[in-house]
């Protein structure tokens, strides 16, 4: 099972860009599939883009992050990303990435999600 790790978050202006990464250990990093959740103050858990394993060719997004935010990874550094551009304050939040090698698990049940890593913060300013 994947060990997952974020790192990346911090304080940012409104209309700016951060780009959160997700290092995995203890596994196969690229027969995971990888998702990015985020969870804002007294809100639940909600997803925000996904991406296939292997070779990642299909990717997913929610609506509210889509056309801003890109998820990407490298298999051969074991890490998955998520570029956030055109911050907005709505997109204060922890977030988390996960990995399963069930793609309905990321998309659908994340309650049987195999791997989660801590959360990293993003404050974004208006």
Known sequence: QVQLVESGGGLAQAGT?????CAASGGTFSTY????????P???REFVASITRYTGGSTKYADS???????????????????????EPEDT?????????????ILEDTVSVASWGQGTQVIVSS
């Open 33 to 40: 599939h990888i998702g990015w959740f985020r969870q804002a």
């Open 65 to 87: 992050v889509k056309g801003r935010f890109t998820i990407a990874r490298d298999n051969g550094k074991n890490t998955a990303y998520l570029q956030m551009n055109s911050l």
């Open 93 to 105: 939040a922890v977030y988390y990435c996960a990995a399963d090698t069930t793609l309905h698990h």
């Open 42 to 44: 007294g809100k639940e």
């Open 17 to 21: 860009s951060l780009t959160l990464s």
